[in-house]
Structure formats: C-alpha cells, structure tokens
C-alpha cells in the first residue's frame, strides 16, 4: 500500500493494516515536527476514540484527554445544556488535540518498524487505472519508487492526489462568506463544556485542549488579515460574544497560537478512481462549527481498510469497489450537520434581519424539544447506524 499523507487519515489506515499484516509506506512532505505541532481539530467522538482504544493508542487519551457528557449553546445571553450522553444512550465525546493523536501515531507506526518518510518532496502518482500503480517522489535529492497494489490519497485538501483525478470527478464546494478566527491561550478554560454561542456580533466557540489550555473561536472575515487582530482586540470581542445576563466571567491569558481559517463544505464524488482511493479532507472538507472533519477521516480510512483486508485475504474487490458509495452516505449526513450547526450559529445577514430570528427560533426549539436536542446530540457524538 502506498500512502501518501500522514495525517490522521494516513496515519490510522497504516495502522489498521498493519494490524491485519498489510504493509505500507506512508510519503509526507512536512518535517516530523509540523506535523505533530500543527494545532487543528480536538474533538474525538465517541467511536473515534474507541478506535484509538481497540488500536492500542488510547492510554495517553485516557490520561491526559477530558470527557465531556454535554455542551453548551448560548443565545440571546442565556446558556442552556445539551445533555449529549444523557440523550444518546450514554455516547459522549472526547477533547484530545489532534497533535496528540498524531503524535501517538507517528511513535507507533515508527515503533512496529513500518515505512514513514518525512520532507519528501515532488510527490507524484501514476498507473492507477491498471493493476501496478506507482508513486514517485524526492527524499533528500534522489528520486525514489514505490510500486504499489493500491493508492490511498490520504493528503488532506492541498494534496495531489485528488488533482490528479479531478477530470474524473464531480465537485461540490460551497464557500462561506465568514472564517474563524481561533486562538490557543495558555488559561484554564472558563467552562467544563463547548460553550456554542450565537450572538448579534457574531458566532463564538469556547473549547479547550486541557484543564490549563483554551482554544477560542471568532466568526470573522475570512480574508481579515490575523495582524489586524492584536491580543487586546481578540478577548475584547471574546467578552462581547460571550456576555451573559447572569456575571457568567471568561478568563483571560496569554496566547500562544492565532490564526484565521476560511469555512467550506466540499465533497468529490466518487472518491475512487481505479487504484487510487481519497480518504478525510483530500475528498471532502466540512465547516469546523460540527467538528467532524478528523472523525469522518477516521471513519473514511476504517471502511477503506475493512475493503484492503478482504481484498487481500478472499482475493474479493466488492467492497474496495463499493468504497465510495459507502463513505458518502455518511460524508452527506456529517455535510448536512456541519452545514445545519453552522447557519443556526452565525451571523449571516444583520443582527435584526429575519435570518437572524429564524436562528433564534431554531435555537430556542434545539434546548426546548428533546426530539430537537436528540438530533443534535446524536450527530454530535456520531452516528453509528450511517
Ligand atoms: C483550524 C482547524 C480546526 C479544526 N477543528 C476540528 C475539530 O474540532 N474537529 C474535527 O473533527 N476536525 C477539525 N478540523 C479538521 C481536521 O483537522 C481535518 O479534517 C483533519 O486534519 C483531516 O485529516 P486528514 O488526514 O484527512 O488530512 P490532514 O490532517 O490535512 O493530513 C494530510 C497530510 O498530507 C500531507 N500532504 C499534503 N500534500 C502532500 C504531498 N503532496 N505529499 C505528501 N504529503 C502531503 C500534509 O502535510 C498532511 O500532513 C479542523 C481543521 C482546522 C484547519
């Protein structure tokens, strides 16, 4: 198996292969120490985390991640609790920065003696419409080869792998005319849960990465430049987003990471072409306001293997075959989700205009109507069954 990317997806598809005795080479073109400092997702839900668990990488999780059994949602300066694991048959999810799950990887991949290279460079692939793919690539000057069985484009939304079947593919993107503006601040968080909020300047995310570190989150222009954003200015509007009508207090404290990301939905269909296979954000991207990005590529690199396994043990392409079709119901359902929590939080038009009291009304149903509350909660924390 050539894969290239070692991201969560890259990484978790080498893992589960080798657990099966498949061996693989995973290509990655950023040094070992981005890779594992790179600060992003830090959300698991409850099935990715038992993953980590049946895969023998769970121990760190357990020691240093949180468990949260519900969230927040504020609106209209009150806050109400969503009860996630009351309402989902006790489901709950975990706060483990994706650094770390990326770190426990990389240590274990190196660990069972499998194929890892960082800093390669020109990484290019070909063949895969016949039965002996092949990726090229430069590692400290030298050209090299991997002949291969299968490809697994696992290079996130920058790769290119997904180019290099793009005539072959349908495209469904739409960008958002807002990004976030998020922040690591060295500060014990001010909440024991997600604290969502909607207010009239705009969406806010209050999480955390432990009980010394917050992560925050700004609805903000997406083409803003973060330079424009000084420390002061950043926890002022913090202050703004998060006020309540009951003293609730947001602590403040040095910031150690800042930066703005734009928001999309993007999918590709299919998410195949021959030998060639794209798993996590190299098909598709979801706005973060859900936070599935790193969980569904987990889930898309979990059917991906089930497919590589019986393909190599039965000889039996059906399910490899059926890879697309399969990861996209559930691609659609998380799309839809991230897509519903995204428009029910931010600001879209002004704060009095008619959007904005549809969004109320919508929250105030979510924390009214546990049929509404269940359907949050039980696509929070995934959904088993899609
Ligand atoms: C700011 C931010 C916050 C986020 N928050 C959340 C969250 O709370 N919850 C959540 O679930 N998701 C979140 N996400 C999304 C999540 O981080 C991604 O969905 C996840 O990283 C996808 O994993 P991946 O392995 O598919 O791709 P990536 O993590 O992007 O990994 C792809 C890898 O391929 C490498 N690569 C790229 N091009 C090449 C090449 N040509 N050759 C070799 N290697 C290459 C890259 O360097 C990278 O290491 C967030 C993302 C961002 C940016």
């Known amino acids: 198996m050539g894969i290239v990317g070692a991201g969560p997806a890259g990484l978790i598809l080498s893992q589960l292969l080798d657990r099966a005795g498949i061996d693989s080479v995973i290509l990655e073109n950023r040094d070992r120490e981005y890779v594992t400092e790179r600060v992003r997702a830090g959300l698991l839900e409850q099935a990715t985390a038992d993953l980590l668990d049946e895969l023998g990488l769970g ?13 927040y949602l504020r609106f209209a300066h009150q806050t109400h609790r969503i009860p996630l694991s009351e309402l989902t048959g006790g ?31 020109d990484v290019s692939v070909h063949d895969f419409d016949g039965d002996s793919p092949r990726i090229e690539y430069t590692h400290e000057g030298e050209r090299h ?16 792998c997904r180019p290099a079947i793009e005539s072959a593919l349908t495209i469904h993107n739409h960008e958002y005319p807002f990004g976030w503006l998020g922040i690591l601040a060295t500060v014990p968080p001010s909440t024991d849960e997600l604290i969502y909020t909607n207010h ?13 570190l917050s992560r925050l989150y ?23 987003r998060f006020e309540t009508d009951d003293g609730w207090q947001l602590n ?23 030998r060639l296979y794209l798993a996590g954000d190299a098909a598709h991207i979801v706005p973060p306001t859900g936070a599935k990005g ?19 043990a039965d000889n039996d392409s059906s399910l490899l075959d059926a890879y697309s079709a399969t990861c996209l119901r559930r691609v659609w359902r998380v799309q839809h989700f991230s897509w519903w929590m995204t428009s029910m939080l931010h600001l879209i038009g002004d704060a009095d205009d008619f959007e904005h009291r549809l969004q109320l009304a919508q929250l105030d149903y979510v924390v009214s109507s546990t049929a509404a509350a269940t359907t949050l909660a039980e696509n929070y924390v995934g959904l088993d069954k899609v």
């Open 59 to 71: 121990e760190r999780m357990h020691r240093e991640g949180l468990v949260h059994q519900g969230l």
């Open 91 to 121: 489901r709950s999810i975990w706060i483990y920065g994706q650094q770390e799950v990326v770190k426990d990887l990389i240590e274990a991949r190196l660990a069972a003696g499998q194929q890892l290279h960082f800093e390669v460079a």
């Open 252 to 274: 403040e404290g040095p910031i150690v990471d800042k930066g703005i990301t734009p928001m999309r939905s993007f999918v590709v269909e299919p998410m195949q072409h021959g």
């Open 218 to 240: 700004l609805q903000c222009d997406p083409h803003d430049d973060i330079t424009n954003w000084s420390d002061d200015r950043i926890w002022e509007e913090m202050h703004h």
């Open 294 to 312: 790193l969980n569904l590529a987990v889930r898309d690199v979990r059917v991906l293997a089930e497919a590589l396994i019986s393909f190599y």
């Open 200 to 212: 009239e300047r705009g969406f806010a995310l209050h999480t955390m990465r432990s009980p010394e």
């Open 145 to 160: 080869v991997v002949d291969c069985d299968v490809i697994a484009g696992c290079d996130g939304f920058h790769g290119v």
